[in-house]
Nanobody, 116 residues
Framework: EVQLVESGGGLVQPGGSLRLSCEAS????????MYWVRQAPGKGLEWVST????????RYADAVKGRFTISRNNAKNTVYLQMNSLKPEDTAVYYC?????????RGQGTQVTVSS
C-alpha cells in the first residue's frame, strides 16, 4: 500500500521560510519522479515542483521559481520542499505525489499559512 506522509507546514509571516518533508513507503521510491502540488482554499490542485528519480533534474512553477527548492534523499524515501520568501498567495495545503494523474496517490497534506 502506497503511503505518503507530509509534514513541516505551519503558520509563518510573509518573507519567512518553511521546510516540508514527505516520507514515502509502499513503492520503489528511487524509481519514481516526485512532485509537490498544492491546493489553496476554493481552488483546484496546482503543480508546484518536480524532481526526477535521481534527484539531479528539477522543475518549478513560475509562481515559486527562485524561492522554493525541491530535493530528495532516496536512502530515506523522503522528498523535501524548502520554501523561502513566502507570500500570502503560497497559503495552501501541500501534497507530495509520485504522479500527476487524477488517480495518483497523495497523503493527507500539510497546511501552510502565510499571514501577518
Amino acid at each position: 500500500e502506497v503511503q505518503l506522509v507530509e509534514s513541516g507546514g505551519g503558520l509563518v509571516q510573509p518573507g519567512g521560510s518553511l521546510r516540508l518533508s514527505c516520507e514515502a513507503s509502499g513503492f520503489t521510491f528511487s524509481g519514481y519522479a516526485m512532485y509537490w502540488v498544492r491546493q489553496a482554499p476554493g481552488k483546484g490542485l496546482e503543480w508546484v515542483s518536480t524532481i526526477n528519480n535521481g534527484g539531479d533534474i528539477t522543475r518549478y512553477a513560475d509562481a515559486v521559481k527562485g524561492r522554493f527548492t525541491i530535493s530528495r534523499n532516496n536512502a530515506k524515501n523522503t522528498v523535501y520542499l524548502q520554501m523561502n520568501s513566502l507570500k500570502p498567495e503560497d497559503t495552501a495545503v501541500y501534497y507530495c505525489t509520485p504522479g500527476l494523474g487524477d488517480s495518483a496517490p497523495r497523503g493527507q497534506g500539510t497546511q501552510v499559512t502565510v499571514s501577518s
